[in-house]
């Protein structure tokens, strides 16, 4: 059983930055398609960003040029460095691993995170 520990939420200022980052454990990190989701109050969850084992990286067309997913295997830690936040970015956000290519249907969550963009 995998398990993810999100860390590093909180509020922040419009156009600020924060990185979050999400400890793995209980399987093999390196080959897992690693990921974060959020989720707005009233709305659905949303992806956020992908990274595969390859390296291919994939991002939600609202945060491209933003975000930026990258990973750790000698850490078993995967990141995600958001610039220019925006008080839309306002959400919990949560982890996610795959232990195939999956992108939109992980097979394992984080509890989540919040991150509060102020105005």
């Known amino acids: 059983q995998v398990q993810l520990v999100e860390s590093g939420g909180g509020l922040v200022q419009t156009g600020g930055s924060l990185r979050l980052s999400c400890a793995a454990s209980?399987?093999?990190?390196?080959?897992?398609?690693m990921g974060w989701f959020r989720q707005a109050p009233g709305k659905e969850r949303e992806f956020v960003a992908g990274?595969?084992?390859?390296?291919?990286?994939y991002y939600a067309d609202s945060v491209k040029g933003r975000f930026t997913i990258s990973r750790d295997n000698a850490k078993n830690t995967v990141y995600l460095q958001m610039n220019s936040l925006k008080p839309e970015d306002t959400a919990v956000y949560y982890c996610?691993?795959?232990?195939?290519?999956?992108?939109?249907?992980?097979?394992?969550w984080g509890q989540g995170t919040q991150v509060t963009v102020s105005s």
């Open positions: 996610t691993a795959d232990k195939g290519l999956s992108l939109v249907r992980p097979d394992y």
């Open positions: 990274l595969r084992r390859s390296g291919s990286s």
């Open positions: 209980g399987g093999t990190f390196s080959s897992y398609t």
